[in-house]
């Protein structure tokens, strides 16, 4: 794995900060750790405050968490399930019964709404894989997404095996490696 690349000054939140495939089957999350995490998202910056996300949220043993997990994919059908919690996250990408985007923002604003909500279970002692592979059609329609609204991603989200504080699991080491800074850093023409 790439952690001895993490420069010693990173916040040890973001050095510590990975997204497991492997999740503690029989650990549970409480509403009140859910309801932290929306709180998360909903203190989130948005482009003109237009706060674009929406989030279905189920919780292993409930309802919506078995019907989200009849959606993935067989990819994240392997791994997903086990997560204590699945949600679904949504971004308001039109305005009703238009064409027109709600918010030129709208994705952009959703992603980092999951960001905070993944730093917030991170201080929970929680991990958090976001993933694409579901149908999100399928999620929509059990949902009653209306179509202005898009399923964007998911997030698994959960403890990871006791004893485990590295990234573990079937997860390719590539999956972990990271562009230098120096790439990241545009230099202009
Ligand atoms: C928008 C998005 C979509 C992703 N889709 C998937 C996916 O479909 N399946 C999967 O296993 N991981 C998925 N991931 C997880 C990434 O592969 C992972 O974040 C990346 O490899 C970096 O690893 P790290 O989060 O442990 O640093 C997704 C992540 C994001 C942000």
Known sequence: MQDDLIAPGLHPMLAARWSPTTFDPVHEV?????????EAARWAPSAGNSQPWAFIVGRRGDGTHR?????LAAS???WAPSASVLMANLSHRYVEDTDW????FALYDLGQAVA???L????????VRQFRAFDRDRVAQEF??????EVTTMSAIGRVPAGTGAPVGPIPASSRERRSVD???WTGA
């Open 30 to 38: 409480d509403a009140g750790q859910v309801e932290l995490l929306v």
């Open 116 to 118: 905070h909500m993944t």
């Open 101 to 104: 985007e709600y918010s030129e």
């Open 183 to 185: 790439e990241l850093l």
């Open 67 to 71: 019907r989200l997990v009849r959606h």
């Open 144 to 149: 009653g997404v209306p179509v202005h609204w």
């Open 76 to 78: 994240s059908g392997r």
């Open 120 to 127: 917030q279970a991170q201080a929970l002692g929680l991990f």
